[in-house]
């Protein structure tokens, strides 16, 4: 007699947003490959479909909301039988969704993993608290630390839909960073809505540079990266630890938003320009190398003419390292929501554009600098005839990358690179051996 195996369902998670929504679906995949079901990275081979979805601003929802509806399509022609959706844009507006798109088979939020394993009809696991299959290549990986954000800035959706502050234990964060590493994991980026509010809420005071210590005496992790370190009260031990020790980039993400003192105040970012650039240069007096990346917005509904030329004065004084700027988006519910959206998006654009022709002369000549010097690269890709990598100065996909002219170079490892070439995002090499 023949009985029929139970095939698990073939499950495919669909990412949008940052690197937290990430983590997220990382930590779901490895339920799910826990609970024995099978993944597939493509959602047309999948019965089942999860959109881990991002509600950041207009332009991320709209992204969201398409692939939503591209998966809505495959279950009309009957290739996938269920469309799940989770994440930033259900836990906002889970209601408008659900009356707007029926066919979605059900709507969890941020904080809701085990609900959506059961509606799959799978268990949450407790034992497998930290085991997460990674989406990024083998040799790096994020580590988020905490969760929520308990700061007010006007623009910002995110805490409502993340929710307050709330550090995960130390012992939970070791623990996982430990098994990134022995899995290996050689790059940890530390990420977090604001890295260096770590601990206030769980252990009555900041505790990042305790914890970084204590990653960074664990066997195997070659550099630990900080990504998202909000400035105002900003724990200045921490520079101590950077700069003590080898295994932590000489690298921030210090998100500054904007350097006008009005436009600072209404954004209620707990800090002035003066104030900003003051921490700059102690965070460069402490960490001599450090590279700095930041993120800004322009166009939000106070900014004058004069407002935005004060920012690109202070960037011309800055130089940061690595830059990124976002068009402001209104965003209901926020603070910043009754002050409307005077500003065009043509002028927002145009504004946007004038920062980031200043970055590229500032990288331009910062990578012109480099040129003869001898850089420590690790190889992310090979990409015809080159191996492509980044400096300890450099995050994936966000900042600069090196082309090195030998594909034979080995994805996941050190190599000293000899810089003989620079253009204003990427820089040219030889490589010169192992490092
Ligand atoms: S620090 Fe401000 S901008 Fe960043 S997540 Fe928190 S509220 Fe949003």
């Known amino acids: 007699m023949h009985t029929k195996r139970?095939?698990?369902?073939?499950?495919?998670?669909?990412?949008?947003?940052?690197?937290?929504?990430?983590?997220?679906?990382?930590?779901?995949?490895?339920?799910?490959?826990?609970?024995?079901?099978?993944?597939?990275?493509?959602?047309?081979?999948?019965?089942?479909?999860?959109?881990?979805t991002c509600g950041f601003i207009e332009a991320a929802k709209v992204e969201s909301i398409q692939a939503i509806l591209e998966a809505l399509e495959l279950k009309a022609t009957g290739r996938v039988q269920k469309v799940?959706?989770?994440?930033?844009?259900?836990?906002?507006?889970?209601?408008?969704?659900?009356?707007e798109l029926p066919e979605v088979d059900g709507?969890?939020?941020?904080?809701?993993?085990?609900?959506?394993?059961?509606?799959?009809?799978?268990?949450?696991?407790?034992?497998?608290?930290?085991?997460?299959?990674?989406?990024?290549?083998?040799h790096y990986a994020y580590l988020k630390i905490s969760e929520g954000c308990n700061h007010p800035c006007s623009?910002?959706?995110?805490?409502?839909?993340?929710?307050r502050h709330r550090s995960r234990p130390m012992e939970e964060i070791l623990l996982e960073a430990q098994r990134l590493a022995s899995r290996g994991v050689r790059e940890l980026i530390l990420i977090a809505q604001d890295l260096t509010y770590y601990g206030l809420d769980l252990y009555g005071r900041r505790m990042l540079a305790e914890l970084l210590r204590r990653i960074s005496d664990l066997e195997h992790l070659r550099w630990i990266r900080l990504m998202y370190a909000y400035p105002a009260?900003?724990?200045?031990?921490?520079?101590?630890?950077?700069?003590?020790?080898?295994?932590?980039?000489?690298?921030?993400?210090?998100?500054?938003?904007?350097?006008?003192?009005?436009?600072?105040?209404?954004?209620?970012?707990?800090?002035t320009g003066a104030e900003l650039e003051r921490l700059i240069e102690t965070i460069r007096e402490r960490v001599p190398g450090i590279a700095l990346r930041t993120t800004l917005i322009v166009g939000y509904p106070t900014e004058t003419e004069a407002d935005f030329e004060r920012l690109l004065e202070g960037l011309s004084r800055i130089r940061f390292d690595r830059l990124g700027v976002f068009t402001y988006s209104q965003e209901e519910n926020t603070a910043a929501y009754p002050l409307g959206d005077p500003i065009p998006q043509e002028e927002k654009e145009a504004r946007a554009a004038r920062v980031m022709a200043l970055q590229q002369e500032i990288?331009?000549?910062?990578?012109?600098?480099?040129?003869?010097?001898?850089?420590?690269?690790?190889?992310?890709?090979?990409e015809g005839r080159f191996a492509v990598g980044r400096t300890e100065h450099?995050?994936?996909?966000?900042?600069?990358?090196?082309?090195?002219?030998?594909?034979?170079?080995?994805?996941?490892h050190f190599y000293w690179v000899d810089i003989r070439d620079a253009e204003a995002y990427d820089l040219f090499g030889e490589a010169y051996g192992p490092a």
Request: net charge negative; hydrophobic share 40%; glycine share 6%.
């Open 6 to 52: 139970f095939q698990p369902p073939r499950v495919s998670v669909v990412t949008l947003g940052c690197a937290k929504n990430l983590v997220d679906s990382e930590v779901l995949l490895g339920q799910l490959a826990g609970n024995r079901y099978r993944i597939s990275p493509d959602p047309e081979q999948a019965d089942i479909v999860i959109l881990n």
């Open 84 to 99: 799940y959706v989770a994440g930033c844009l259900s836990e906002r507006y889970r209601e408008e969704l659900r009356q």
């Open 107 to 138: 709507f969890f939020g941020t904080m809701e993993l085990p609900g959506l394993l059961a509606a799959l009809g799978a268990d949450y696991k407790e034992h497998l608290l930290g085991e997460r299959l990674l989406s990024t290549p083998s």
């Open 155 to 163: 623009f910002c959706a995110i805490p409502l839909m993340r929710g």
């Open 233 to 271: 009260k900003f724990p200045l031990e921490v520079l101590e630890v950077m700069a003590e020790r080898e295994n932590i980039c000489k690298y921030l993400d210090l998100p500054v938003q904007h350097l006008s003192d009005e436009v600072l105040r209404s954004m209620r970012r707990g800090i």
């Open 363 to 382: 990288s331009l000549e910062r990578n012109q600098s480099l040129v003869g010097s001898r850089l420590r690269v690790l190889i992310d890709r090979l």
């Open 394 to 412: 450099d995050a994936p996909e966000v900042d600069n990358e090196v082309y090195v002219a030998n594909p034979d170079l080995q994805i996941g």
